[in-house]
């Protein structure tokens, strides 16, 4: 790719992740990317009108032959220390800058809300990238707002002191973990005040969760139940976008920021269905 691109172009290529280890095609891309000399990101796009999911493989490539060693020297670092890493240990930050729950399992890629963010953030990406554009990024906010729709309502069952057993048994058990745990999150941010936001990072997440508990000392307990209609609930998250997108783009855990083990046989398949 590196040799038919002209110095200065930009590309946006659409891929299909393999069965059973979605994150492992992002991760190959990006490394490979990387060791090629360009500036390259996997980004998730919902260019139809439902929710499915596409993922676009986009990037840059230097424009002069110095900016294109050093990215190959940076890139060469970049793989090695990934090599180095012990599986389960830490997660991969040459591949994984940002995180995104709409993006999960497929942890190496970033939303494109994201990706606005890491260009203002990082030098070296600091080129606004062709996908960028209103649309996209109306996209990316709706479908932030469809989830945080479908979790909020069960999270604030879950943190009620009057939620019932079952109902918390019937709730967890049509939810993901990860879920159950945005869910919550959801519900508290929405029941308290506008809180400071800062770039996602794992450490940074880690930080919010302890402040929020330690918040949660000092008030009562007792959440009210979700009695808000839907309408009304969908009137309160938009209304409080930036504060439930900051959410859903930090890990509620660091596991979340590591690839999950591969599947195989029929849940492989399966899952491609």
Known sequence: LRLVCSPGAAFGLQFYPPKGDP????????????????????????????????????????KARSQLLLAN????????ATSQTTPGSVA???????????????VAARCTLLQDMQTRHTTATSLPSPLLAAGIQARAEHQHLELALRLT??????????????????IQGELTPLQCQLAVALAKTLEGPKRHRSLATAEGCEGAAKQVAAEEDDVDS???????????????????????????HCPPDRK??????????????SEGD
């Open 23 to 62: 994150d492992f095609g992002a991760r190959a891309l990006i490394a490979a990317s990387k060791a090629a000399g360009l500036t390259a990101e996997v980004l998730l796009d919902f260019p139809h009108r439902g929710g499915a999911k596409k993922w676009v493989f986009s990037g840059k490539v230097p």
């Open 73 to 80: 020297i940076a890139g060469a670092e970049a793989v090695g």
């Open 92 to 106: 991969i930050p040459s591949l994984q800058p940002a995180w995104c729950a709409l993006c999960w399992p497929v």
């Open 153 to 170: 309502r069960s999270g604030r069952r879950l943190v009620s002191a009057s939620a019932d057993g079952e109902i918390c048994k019937r």
């Open 222 to 248: 007792g959440l009210s139940p979700a009695v808000a209609t839907r309408t009304e609930l969908r009137a309160l998250i938009e209304a409080r976008l930036p504060d439930v997108i900051a959410v859903l």
């Open 256 to 269: 979340w920021t590591l690839p999950p083990p591969p599947l195989t046989g029929a849940a492989a398949s």
